[in-house]
């Protein structure tokens, strides 16, 4: 036995000793050997110990001397003297910023802030506390301005808000008194320019624009300046090493993406160009051409350019843009190009390099291993090509996140739907940690209490399939299954100290990270808020915990990544933070059976419908459409299609007027869309808006809410008439609405009438060369009839047909106003051309699967309720009830001030 342990302990000793000579070939790591051999006196393994170190020593520093060798023979001469002339400026550079802070700031030259409290003033926080101080000494103009300044970034605080509404009841303080002390001077000059323009005066709008352009080139190379802050590196690098990565990781290249300094700036770079026309051609001319090089696709300033040049014949060289504007454009490229490489060729630490190509490459960046190359993927990006015709898009890669198996992509879902799926984690309370968080089989529990969620569970359902789906496809994983599945949502401003564990550092499933093993293989997250105020972010760590890259949740924005990398996730400020988070797995003993569950509880809801449905009298509907005024006035036979109609009557004419003037309304923005030239023809200008803009109108009170009402009403009786018309065996649901109005451009009518405003086409297949048609994801293959309600009748043109399959026509149905033309989605229809004149009607699209059904409907609708119970409240109000003195009033909005400010607006 003693001989065996010997032995044992011989070979022991031998595997060490070769593992030592293996692994430990860092020469810090080896002196330290060597020393704690010195210190037990083992002098035979201690000289050892320090040999190998020394070895090691010279066999690196020599390997980094000769790497940098190798990279300056790469070079060309001119590039090397090109290198230190750059490093000589930046010598020059560094002394000169160093003398001027030292003569201007004098001792407080290398004083450091902490980032805390630069967050405070970059957030305004002072004029929040300045404002309470401004009415305690009685100085109420300028505490008003304070409180306003604040507002502007804090538009979500409803307690700035109420102080705000107490300042506008005192009659010290005017209108004007409520100003913007942050207001940059280009503002300043853009406003009066807007003013200016909007009262005609031409000349003057034009010169303030263009005062104001030149204030913004200077604001925004401010704000480049401002993002050459301060770097802490986690290690020694090389020097050259040492300034490529400060200048990415500072955001003196990363600025640019996401428009950093134009968004910090608020007034959109593009937008000085607009409207920037007076009877100067050559600076009308130079406007165009410098607001196309920012937006080269805009449709409308297309038209415009093409107007001057075709019916005016001017010439295209006329159009060149300021020097300014080229200037800017060119660093936009020259940082784009910088962003580029770093992103898609600059080598990490982390990165691997081919041993094969290594020696012979030398630095070239094509020799470094693209880390899409894993896990038998050869080409990641390729994986999730197939998803693009879905709307999703891949926008960050493995390399970009500085990891291994990451990836992020968006136009996962709309932003209806993402206010549709927070709804169920609406439903619940915040816990003391200001989280609600609702799995599956609660969200089954909710339907079953209240199918008002029906819709919203269907969403997340169909989400969970497509995070699987294309989180699959991206790590070549076919087999993964949902183990997991949780919509989250943190409140602003939430307070852990008392409610986590002292140093949790809390993930996206809402625990905290623990030295447990993680269930599942992978993580996908999908964001349903938008985090805009600089909180909220998800960071993936190194393994120290320090941070190596982050994502702004936005909604729509997806992320996946293996369940074992590290992250972490910093707490909401101002906005709610709401996302989807499921955990996939190979292991199939972990599927979560509660999504059959779920599934199958809408399986019995939609039977019960459909039975309720088949049960209901279609004669008594269509017999109270005809009681009142609606009349079928062309059937499937008159209109040679069999599920085809055309109905009079449905909506009135003092109806279609206020339908025209929603159609009509400024300020949409998202699908609305107001004066665009058409994407069929150059000849015609749209303007509408969805039901979710429409919403959006009644929430800025820009629309009354009767007018939406009236929206909803119009399409819903549409929809109710072509389903009890054509005797459906199903329910239809809206799979979408849209209102719009067509107006003919002036100008040249030659062949406007051979000219189309749609041409012809199938509402659910994609129309092939044979004149057959192929159901393809881009053709809404959901959809299954389709109805137009017209709104007037006051145009040249613009007649719906219907069309062979050889795209000729077939019979055309002439618009007025109240007239519902209806039929199957697969039928061959187009319109012709708005010759003169404007056409406005509402197009809808029915489906009959439920998982389709418009969801910003459903939202309308709770506005509209909403609404009616607070107009109905306000009639149960007497005058006593609100009859509250201002002064305990204001003490009730500004009560512990400095503590709600605390509460509200965590720091980072």
Not at 158 to 181: A, G, K, M, P
Not at 563 to 580: F, G, T, Y
Not at 771 to 793: E, F, K, M, T
Request: hydrophobic share 35%.
């Amino acid at each position: 036995m003693k001989i065996f342990v010997a032995l044992f302990s011989s070979l022991l000793m031998t595997f060490v000793g070769s593992s030592i000579q293996v692994h430990l070939t860092n020469y810090g790591k080896l002196y330290e050997l060597g020393m704690d051999a010195y210190k037990q006196e083992k002098w035979s393994k201690c000289a050892e110990f320090f040999q190998k170190a020394i070895d090691d020593y010279h066999f690196y520093k020599n390997t980094v001397i000769d790497c940098r060798l190798k990279c300056k023979e790469d070079q060309s001469e001119h590039t090397f003297v090109s290198f230190l002339s750059t490093l000589h400026v930046i010598l020059e550079s560094s002394n000169c910023l160093r003398r001027c802070k030292k003569k201007k700031l004098g001792e407080r030259a290398e004083e450091e802030i902490e980032f805390s409290v630069d967050k405070k003033f970059e957030g305004r926080t002072p004029y929040n506390y300045m404002q309470f101080c401004y009415f305690k000494d009685g100085k109420l103009t300028k505490a008003a301005a304070a409180a306003y300044t604040y507002y502007i970034t804090h538009q979500d605080d409803t307690r700035i808000l109420e102080n705000l509404q107490y300042y506008r009841t005192l009659q010290e303080i005017q209108t004007e008194d409520f100003v913007d002390l942050e207001r940059k001077p280009y503002q300043k000059r853009y406003i009066k320019g807007l003013t200016a323009y909007n009262e005609g005066q031409w000349n003057e709008a034009a010169a303030l624009f263009e005062e104001s352009l030149g204030l913004y080139f200077r604001e925004e190379e401010r704000c480049r300046a401002a993002c050459e802050k301060g770097f802490v590196h986690n290690g020694l690098p090389d020097f050259i090493n040492a300034i490529a990565e400060m200048s990415d990781e500072t955001g003196m290249l990363e600025w640019r993406s996401g428009n950093f300094c134009t968004g910090k700036t608020k007034t959109p770079l593009v937008a000085f160009y607009e409207g920037c026309v007076s009877n100067n051609l050559e600076k009308a001319f130079e406007s165009i051409a410098s607001y196309l090089l920012f937006r080269p696709n805009d449709e409308e300033m297309l038209a415009n350019k093409n107007y001057y040049i075709k019916t005016l014949r001017h010439k295209e060289k006329e159009f060149v843009p300021s020097e300014d504007a080229v200037r800017y454009v060119e660093l936009w490229k020259q940082i784009d190009k910088s962003i580029g490489f770093v992103r898609d060729k600059y080598t990490l630490p982390t990165d691997q390099i081919d041993d094969e190509e290594g020696e012979e490459a030398g630095s070239n960046s094509k020799d470094v291993v693209d880390t899409n190359e894993v896990e038998g993927s050869l080409n990641r990006s390729q994986n999730v090509k197939k998803f693009e015709k879905l709307g999703l898009q891949l926008l960050q890669e493995s390399k970009q996140l500085k990891g291994k198996n990451r990836f992020v992509a968006d136009g996962f879902i709309r932003e209806d739907q993402c206010e549709a799926l927070a709804d169920l984690a609406r439903s619940k309370e915040f816990d003391q940690s200001g989280k609600r968080q609702i799995t599956v089989s609660e969200v089954t529990e909710l339907v079953k209490m209240d199918d008002g969620y029906e819709i919203s569970m269907r969403l997340l359902l169909r989400a969970a399939d497509v995070m699987k789906a294309f989180t699959a496809a991206y790590f070549s994983q076919s087999g993964l299954v949902v183990h997991e599945v949780k919509v989250n949502c943190w409140s602003a401003g939430a307070k852990l100290d008392d409610a986590l564990p002292s140093g949790c550092i809390l993930q996206e499933n809402g625990e905290c990270k623990s030295g447990q093993d993680v269930i599942g293989d992978y993580m996908a997250v999908a964001y349903l808020t938008d985090m805009v105020d600089s909180t909220g972010q998800f960071y993936f760590t190194d393994e120290n915990d320090q941070v190596q890259s982050s994502i702004q949740p936005l909604c729509g924005l997806m992320l996946g990544f293996s369940s074992n990398d590290k992250h972490q996730v910093n707490l909401p400020w101002k906005h709610e933070r709401c996302a989807i988070v499921i955990s996939l797995t190979t292991d199939k003993q972990l599927q979560n059976i509660e999504i059959d569950k779920a599934k199958d509880t809408l399986s019995d809801l939609e039977k019960q419908r459909v039975e309720e449905f088949m049960n209901a009298d279609n004669a008594d509907i269509l017999q109270e459409f005809h009681s009142q005024g609606v009349k079928i006035t062309q059937k499937g036979d008159d209109l040679q299609g069999k599920e085809r109609f055309v109905a009079d009557g449905l909506v009135t004419q003092e109806e279609c007027e206020t339908l025209i003037q929603l159609a009509k309304r400024e300020g949409v923005s998202g699908d609305g869309y107001r004066g665009r030239v058409s994407p069929h023809t150059d000849h015609e200008i749209f303007t509408g808006l969805d039901i979710a803009h429409g919403e959006q109108l009644v929430k800025e009170n820009s629309v009354l809410p009767g007018t939406l009402q009236l929206f909803l009403d119009s399409s819903e009786h549409a929809r109710l008439l072509v389903e009890k018309y054509l005797n459906l065996t199903r329910p239809l649901y809206f799979d979408y609405t849209h209102l719009v109005c067509r107006t003919a451009i002036d100008g040249d009518t030659e062949d406007r009438e051979a000219d189309l405003s749609h041409p012809v086409h199938s509402d659910n297949c994609m129309i092939q060369p044979d004149g057959s048609c192929i159901p393809d994801a881009l053709a809404y293959v959901q959809r299954h009839y389709s109805a137009v309600l017209y709104l007037n009748d006051n145009f040249d043109g613009g007649q719906f047909f219907f069309a062979h399959r050889n795209q000729s026509e077939q019979i055309s149905v002439k618009p007025q106003c109240g007239r519902l033309v209806a039929f199957n989605a697969g039928d061959y229809h187009g319109v012709k051309a708005v010759v003169s004149g404007q056409r406005c009607a509402i197009a809808m699209w029915f489906t009959h699967d439920p998982n389709f059904v418009e969801v910003s409907r459903l939202h309308a609708q709770r506005i509209l309720q909403s609404h009616s119970k607070q107009e109905d409240k306000k009639d149960e109000l007497t005058e006593t009830d609100v009859n509250v003195s201002m002064e305990s009033g204001y003490i009730d909005v500004t009560a512990d001030l400095d503590t709600s400010v605390e509460e509200n607006h965590d720091e980072l």
